[in-house]
């Protein structure tokens, strides 16, 4: 698998379930949202201002990512509406560097079995999410967040896929 066939077989809408823990709460904190993952053309006005933003010459992107989500799902918990940008700027098969809207710089790894691991280390906070398909329409991801401190929070995210209804 490469970068682009991974974000080519994210792109859709998802229903997300997650267990996140924060290492200064015992409990677990569990959520609903919804996904939505869409490919931007390198062209695309928030991809050329990021890469305005780091000095990285547009040429070098392959695709733009918008993640969106939207927490309404949950009915238990303040709804929260949100999107972030990535650009994704390959260096070989299975490694590259990306551009995270809000959040800095930092990198992607292929591993041997399939899954995607993403990082940004910026401002005193490094994220790690790893994402792998179970299925084409099943996709587990988890995330480690650390400060000076060491962890600060873990998640586990559950994504199944939501299907057109098929017409009769």
């Not at 303040?78 to 930092?106: C, I, W, Y």
């Not at 399939?114 to 999410?129: I, K, Q, R």
């Amino acid at each position: 698998m490469d970068i682009q066939t991974f974000f080519t077989q994210s792109e859709g809408r998802w229903f997300s379930q997650r267990t996140r823990y924060q290492i200064t709460n015992p409990e677990a904190d569990n959520s609903k949202s919804d996904i939505t993952v869409e490919l931007l053309p390198p062209n695309h006005e928030r991809v050329t201002q990021l890469c305005k933003q780091y000095r990285v010459d547009p040429a070098q992107v392959w695709q733009g990512v918008k993640i969106s989500w939207d927490t309404s799902a949950d009915w238990s918990k303040p709804k929260q509406v949100g999107s972030t940008v990535l650009v994704v700027l390959p260096e070989g098969d299975h490694t590259g560097k990306l551009l995270r809207d809000g959040a800095g710089k930092g990198f992607y790894q292929i591993s041997d079995d399939e899954s995607v691991t993403l990082v940004v280390d910026a401002e005193g906070m490094y994220s790690e999410e790893r994402l792998w398909f179970a299925s084409e329409n099943l996709r587990l991801r988890t995330t480690l967040v650390k400060n000076s401190q060491g962890v600060v929070q873990t998640g586990f995210y559950s994504e199944i896929r939501r299907l057109p209804p098929k017409e009769d």
